[in-house]
């Protein structure tokens, strides 16, 4: 395998392989390096992202890392970033395997990598019955009984926007609720319950809950249960480097996908909370442009 690229794109899932597709077709040696853990790994089926709706998430990857594969300007190499350092023209990125590569540019498509809660099973039904996003999973649970784990000001707008797709909706705060009196009264007026019972477990059959069991021994049966999780950024390579996150833990960018640091950019989930297939192609394919952009720029 060549050691020294135009690009290296640590990351290979959507994001990374649309940036690869823009960079691979402007000509730009290219080499992709992903774990394959993409977030949305355990989900069964994928939504809303035209010409693949209801695939599974990895039918889709496989699909666009076939065309992807079909430039000769990019490799694909299966592994682990571990490192990169700043080289005189560019970076040095290593891998899990001891190999070492340089590009004149990097791209993070790593991605986010969600804090399961100590709620015994949740883990297993994430991505199934547990859903991060109605727009992508909200159709499928319509109309069924439905509960909400949040709190606050979030909870309230979160559980506002879910009473859409059903009518038959809890708000589990799994503690006291935080919400404020004219919150409480809103959601009431809309026949939406406010559970405070502490959560311990989802009684699930293969990641489909039967019910949401509490600390205090009963239980409520339930078809599905939103909830936005915390997350850390799947890759802290970016920040070893020197790149900046704003309030909220992404990676920050300009409008051209540049981080903070010189020559490093970022696309997809770890740039921003509006998380979905589309916008991870669409980041992707517009920051493979700026890149090209960039290059262009330094060498006429
Ligand atoms: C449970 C769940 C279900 C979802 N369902 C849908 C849906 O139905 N429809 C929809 O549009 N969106 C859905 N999403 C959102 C969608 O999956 C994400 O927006 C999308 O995967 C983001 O793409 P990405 O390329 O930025 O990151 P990811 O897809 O998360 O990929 C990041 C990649 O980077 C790799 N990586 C990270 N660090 C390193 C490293 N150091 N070295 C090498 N590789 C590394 C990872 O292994 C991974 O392959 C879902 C999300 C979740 C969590």
Redesign the pocket.
């Known amino acids: 395998m060549e050691k020294q690229y135009d690009v290296i794109i640590?990351?290979?899932?959507?994001?990374?392989?649309s940036a690869a597709m823009a960079l691979g077709r402007s000509l730009r040696k290219t080499l992709i390096?992903?774990?394959?853990?993409?977030?949305?790994r355990?989900?069964p089926?994928?939504?809303?992202?035209i010409t693949h709706d209801g695939n599974t998430?990895k039918a889709i990857?496989l699909q666009a890392k076939e065309q992807v594969s079909k430039y000769d300007t990019v490799s694909f190499l299966q592994?682990?970033?571990?490192s990169a350092t700043k080289l005189n023209d560019g970076f040095e990125v290593k891998?899990a395997a001891g190999e070492a590569f340089s590009a004149k540019k990097i791209l993070f498509?790593?991605?986010?990598k969600?804090q399961m809660p100590a709620i015994d099973g949740f883990a297993a039904c994430?991505?199934i019955t547990a859903?991060?996003?109605p727009?992508?999973?909200g159709y499928e649970v319509r109309h069924e009984k439905t509960g909400v784990i949040t709190n606050g000001d979030l909870g309230y707008e979160y559980t506002k926007l879910i009473n859409n797709w059903t009518k038959e909706l809890t708000l589990f705060t799994n503690g006291k609720s935080t919400l404020t009196p004219e919150q409480t009264e809103k959601l009431a007026k809309h026949n939406i319950s406010i559970v405070e019972k502490e959560i311990a477990a989802f009684d699930h059959t293969n990641g489909y809950i039967n019910q949401v069991l509490f600390k205090d021994g009963s239980a409520m049966p339930m078809k599905a249960v939103y909830s936005k999780l915390p997350f850390v950024q799947?890759?802290d390579?970016p920040m070893q480097l020197g790149c900046a996150l704003n309030e909220q833990g992404y990676l920050s960018v300009d409008n051209f996908y540049k981080t903070t640091v010189p020559g490093v950019f970022a696309?997809?989930?770890?740039i921003n909370m509006m998380?979905?297939?589309?916008?991870?192609v669409s980041?992707?394919n517009l920051a493979g442009a700026f890149i090209n952009k960039e290059l262009v720029d330094e060498t006429f």
Request: negative net charge; hydrophobic residues 35%.
């Open positions: 640590v990351g290979g899932s959507y994001a990374g392989l390096i992903d774990g394959g853990e993409p977030c949305n355990q989900t089926h994928s939504h809303n992202f998430p990857s592994g682990i970033a571990v891998t498509a790593t991605g986010i969600d994430w991505g859903i991060h996003c727009y992508c999973h799947h890759c390579i696309a997809g989930d770890n998380r979905s297939v589309a916008l991870a980041a992707g």
